[in-house]
């Protein structure tokens, strides 16, 4: 490549065929069963709700001002929280923690959420923000963070499956809105 032209050129024809239908639903998903702390599908996803501006979980603070470079605050500001906690998963069987530390299974959450759900699993903590954010505020917080309708009541594996379609989704829709 000669010019910035050609060099433009290129990165789009390599996104255009890295980025299909298919990528998001099926390479995607696939990348998100995994239980990596350093997975690029993760660090994907939490890009995708920073570019769309998505509060973090049960809050109406989007996630992205908390990684902004120079902001003040604890290290305890936002904190990252299993949906399904480890706890609770233990007492349900699940001993391994590639298991429970799936990417599908965890979401950012400010401090004083994650204290209030703690190890309470979701059944018993869904209700509370049910009530608090309305029955409205509720579908919107759960549909713009990729989790299913009525999660609290999936088995658990069922909920990965679920939520690993959804994160890619979201990550398909902040990847359009980039394209625009």
């Not at 963070?145 to 909920?159: C, D, T, V």
Request: proline fraction near 5%.
């Amino acid at each position: 490549m000669k010019t910035a032209e050609e060099f433009v050129a290129y990165l789009d024809s390599v996104v255009s065929t890295r980025f299909t239908d298919d990528y998001f639903k099926y390479t995607l998903p696939g990348e998100l069963n995994s239980s990596s702390a350093v997975s690029p599908a993760w660090y994907g996803y939490i890009a995708a709700i920073n570019v769309l501006g998505t509060p973090m979980l049960f809050s109406t603070a989007p996630l992205s001002q908390f990684f902004v470079l120079g902001t003040s605050g604890d290290k305890n500001a936002v904190d990252k929280h299993h949906i399904f906690p480890k706890h609770y998963l233990e007492q349900i069987g699940y001993s391994n923690d590639r298991d429970r530390n799936q990417i599908a299974n965890f979401t950012y959450l400010d401090y004083a959420t994650n204290i209030d759900i703690s190890d309470a699993p979701p059944v018993d903590y869904v209700g509370r923000y049910r009530t608090k954010l309305g029955e409205e505020g509720y579908k919107l917080a759960c549909a713009q963070n990729a989790l299913p309708e009525n999660f609290e009541s999936l088995e658990y594996p069922e909920f990965l499956a679920k939520r690993r379609m959804l994160m890619s989704q979201i990550v398909k829709k902040a990847y359009e809105e980039l394209c625009k």
